[in-house]
């Protein structure tokens, strides 16, 4: 199995920026993607991007050209780099590995961790 913890949250004024990770342990050689999502408050969980193991990318319209996704196969850890930051913003950040254990395709999910922008 694979276990996340996110970290790195925190409050920050608009326009500033935070850098979240998500670090993985357990069976991290079978994670094919790694996601983030969020959840603002009193709305549902949002997709906010992914990064696969090919390195391919891809992101929320709401964050395209502000987030950006990486990863360190070294350190077994998936980065969010949030830059020029809105209150719209605000949220619990989760990250979510797909990951394959047999033959089957099988999810694991962090506890999540809070950012908040506000002046």
């Known amino acids: 199995q694979v276990q996340l913890v996110e970290s790195g949250g925190g409050l920050v004024q608009p326009g500033g920026s935070l850098r979240l990770s998500c670090a993985a342990s357990?069976?991290?050689?079978?994670?094919?993607?790694v996601h983030w999502y969020r959840q603002p408050p009193g709305k549902q969980r949002e997709w906010v991007a992914y990064i696969t193991n090919g390195g391919n990318t891809n992101y929320a319209d709401s964050v395209k050209g502000r987030f950006t996704i990486s990863r360190d196969n070294a350190k077994n850890t998936v980065d969010l780099q949030m830059n020029s930051l809105k209150v719209d913003d605000t949220a619990i950040y989760y990250c979510n590995a797909i990951y394959v254990l047999g033959s089957m395709q099988r999810d694991s999910w962090g506890q999540g961790t809070v950012v908040t922008v506000s002046s």
């Open positions: 357990g069976s991290t050689v079978s994670i094919r993607a």
